[in-house]
């Protein structure tokens, strides 16, 4: 701050008039520097307020302490450092029953996630070099917890199917109930063997993309490597209350699964092998929709001969559906 000697106001040996103004007006333009500028002024006073002009817009600062140093230019208003949390409960009880918006807010973009402390708990990051929307949870998780990001067509969720009893077993010819280590499940080892899978798709499948019945299986007995593990199937859609069990199905189209080379692949129990049928979500005749139920019925389509394997035991099924951006299960 600028310092000046006083004007001599003595009625007979001061200052004229002329004089004094034109000392006011210097000292006014060499007051209006030490508040607006490209540069700080020198030798500030602490509280001193200071208008940055190498900045557009201009950004209002004041030399303050707000850390354990010494004080420094601080911008004030949205684009300030705050000493203390931000509040935005007007209630004087602080209820948290009608808090105000932060509107246009945005969680902080990084390349990198900072470091997870119990000080930064609940510190919301998204890490632009993926997208991720990350939460500082090192009470709980010991570090950070990545939320769930939905992405049309591409972001899967799963329902597993149930496969405890008889029920949906073919009554003529229907798989055998068989064991493998620890793994209970239905052996397949005839092409006849069928078991009917039910479910009700999920109201948040995405309503445009085709769903996928996953069967989880082991070998019955050791195989040769690179056999195929082929299955076929049909299915039906029924629109509760306007639709028969007897309606015609609609076939899948066949799927196989290499069994690979693998030593313990390939050996009795081996595995777990995954074979994927597809359920076309538009078929003219058994269309899928939100709530609707679904009959799938499964079948091997080859069992042993050339570079086909023998009985796999089914110990798991789920449905894989594409999710509606929002999450949301039901």
């Known amino acids: 701050m600028p310092t000046w000697a006083p004007l001599n106001d003595d009625p007979n040996t001061g200052d004229s ?11 006014t333009v060499e007051l209006r520097t030490c508040f607006v500028g490209a540069t700080p002024p020198t030798n500030p006073q602490e509280g001193q307020l200071w208008l940055d002009s190498a900045v557009v817009p201009y950004r209002l600062k004041q030399y303050v302490r707000i850390d354990g140093g010494g004080p420094s ?4 208003g949205p684009l300030s450092r705050l000493p203390a949390s931000i509040n935005a409960d007007p209630s004087i009880v602080d209820d948290r029953l009608a808090p105000w918006e932060h509107k246009a807010l945005r969680v902080e973009n990084r390349n990198a996630l900072p470091a997870a402390s119990p000080l930064n708990a609940g510190l919301l990051v998204y890490r632009i070099t993926d997208g991720e929307l990350w939460l500082a949870d090192m009470p709980v ?4 917890k990545g939320l769930l990001s939905i992405t049309p067509a591409a972001s899967f969720d799963t329902v597993e199917l149930p496969l405890e009893g008889d029920i949906g077993n073919d009554a003529v010819n229907p798989p055998t109930k068989a064991r493998k280590g620890a793994l209970e499940g239905w052996l397949f080892d005839d092409v006849l063997e069928k078991r009917t899978l039910a479910f ?13 019945l996953r069967v989880f299986q082991l070998l019955n007995q050791a195989q040769l490597a690179g056999d195929d593990i082929e ?5 039906r859609t029924l629109i509760p209350g306007q639709e028969k069990v007897g309606k015609a199905a609609t076939a899948l189209v066949d ?23 597809v359920i076309d979500h538009d078929d003219p005749v058994n269309p899928l929709s939100a709530g609707c139920l679904v009959l799938v019925t499964l079948w091997r389509k080859s069992v ?7 009985g796999v035991v089914v110990f798991r ?3 894989a559906y594409a999710q509606r951006p929002r999450h949301e299960r039901a």
């Open 317 to 319: 099924a789920d449905l």
């Open 73 to 76: 230019w601080q911008p004030i």
């Open 304 to 310: 042993g001969g050339a570079g086909k394997s023998g």
């Open 200 to 212: 009700v798709v999920p109201k948040n499948w995405q309503g445009t993309t085709d769903a996928r």
């Open 231 to 235: 299955w076929s199937g049909e299915v």
């Open 255 to 277: 799927a196989a699964t290499d069994i690979g080379a693998d030593v313990d692949g390939v050996d009795d129990g081996g595995g777990p092998h995954v074979t994927e049928l």
């Open 141 to 144: 998780s010991a570090g950070w």
């Open 17 to 27: 008039i002329p004089v004094a103004f034109l000392e006011l007006e210097g000292r």
